[in-house]
């Protein structure tokens, strides 16, 4: 009893020992181990920057149109007959008037002989009727003739003056119908796929006609716009001098194709979509607009003069609004709050918040914080024109 008594304090003042010598041990190595820092802590972050410009930007309204003929005639034949020639070539341009084909015109040139013939029978007559209405008329002065005779004479001439006048209506008629055998391109444009072959038999009541003439020099393009922007094109309309310019884009390379005039606004909106159709017509010499294409178009609303500008990828979007990361004269960035007017072609019109010439990041931004030094990266790519393409912002005007 004595024995286990005297050992079991000292083994519990050993434990106790080892315990403080390892916390003890752990306690110096945390206390003299450095700090990690990150290396380059106030190294200056690398972005690309560009100055705030002053231009003249055209003020657009931008949209998505389709390319139509300025006309489109489906010639028709407007007489039944066997069709004798076809006098165009398809895909050919014609002039108005121009032969293009070429109707049997026998039958109808017989009923017009035919005609012609009926009036000289009853001008031969009327002569004859003439002169003895005279005889008549002698005969009743002498008391040889009756009142009634003389009656029935005039009323067999006044007959046969209308006869003759019916024979006249006739052979107009005849000559018109004998003109449709001829037919001829109502309109100046480029012909498309012959319908009707020569050799068959055509009627006046058929649905197809022989050939379609579309005008695609001028053409138009038809496109819409959101309705809420018809009275600004109302105001723009009523004060430019020259109308309203349209600039027709390629819809995959945004290259310009055509400029030409704005010449209708529908009298209405579209309530479905809220969209209201304009028509544009543009001079097309070298036929770089199409029938059927679709393309991109910038309705000029007029300048948008002396605005300071910076490239689009300079705004940044937070709770309180727009905002700029500002570069000052040592090199440091600060949150600078802008207000935008409008974003076009990868351009922002800045009306608030900035003066000509200042700094402001375009790229890199994600790293930057409120004080933060800078250095300039990769030179900032210059946006394109405002009218150059088609723009990032469609209906973005104000």
Excluded: C
């Excluded at 003299?32 to 972050?45: D, E, F």
């Amino acid at each position: 009893m004595t024995t286990q008594s005297a050992v079991k304090p000292s083994t519990l003042i050993i434990g106790i020992a080892i315990l403080a010598l390892l916390g003890y041990g752990g306690w110096k190595m945390f206390h003299s181990s450095a700090p990690v820092q990150p290396a380059n802590l106030n190294a200056p972050v690398s972005v690309t920057t560009a100055k705030v410009q002053q231009q003249d930007l055209p003020l657009y309204l931008s949209g998505v149109g389709t390319v139509t003929a300025n006309a489109s005639v489906t010639v028709k034949v407007r007489t039944d007959g066997q069709l004798d020639k076809v006098a165009f070539v398809e895909g050919q341009d014609v002039t108005s008037g121009q032969l293009l084909a070429q109707i049997d015109p026998r039958a109808l040139q017989a009923q017009l002989a035919q005609t012609q013939a009926q009036k000289t029978k009853d001008q031969a007559q009327l002569i004859n009727a003439r002169l003895d209405l005279q005889r008549y008329t002698t005969l009743q002065q002498q008391d040889a003739a009756t009142q009634q005779q003389l009656d029935t004479q005039k009323a067999l001439v006044a007959q046969l003056e209308a006869a003759i006048k019916t024979d006249d209506a006739q052979i107009n008629y005849a000559n018109v119908q004998l003109s449709y055998t001829t037919i001829n391109a109502p309109i100046s444009g480029r012909t498309g796929v012959r319908l009707v072959d020569p050799g068959n038999i055509v009627h006046a009541a058929d649905a197809t006609g022989l050939v379609v003439i579309n005008q695609i020099d001028p053409i138009t393009v038809l496109f819409t716009l959101p309705g809420e922007a018809v009275p600004a094109i109302n105001h723009s309309q009523s004060s430019a001098k020259n109308g309203l310019k349209a600039i027709a884009y390629a819809r995959d390379t945004a290259q310009p194709l055509a400029t030409g005039d704005l010449i209708l606004v529908n009298n209405q909106i579209d309530t479905s979509s809220g969209t209201v159709q304009l028509k544009a017509r543009f001079a097309n010499p070298q036929h770089a607009l199409w029938p059927g294409q679709y393309v991109n178009v910038n309705l000029i609303m007029g300048d948008h003069g002396n605005v300071l500008t910076v490239p689009a990828a300079a705004i940044q979007r937070g709770q309180d609004g727009t905002y700029v990361y500002l570069v000052s004269a040592d090199n440091t960035a600060s949150m600078q709050p802008v207000v935008v007017a409008r974003i076009q072609d990868g351009i922002a019109v800045v009306s608030n918040g900035l003066t000509l010439d200042q700094r402001v990041v375009v790229d890199g931004q994600y790293k930057l914080k409120p004080g933060a030094r800078v250095v300039e990266g990769k030179p900032a790519t210059a946006p394109a024109s405002a009218a150059g393409t088609a723009g990032a912002d469609k209906g973005a005007a104000k």
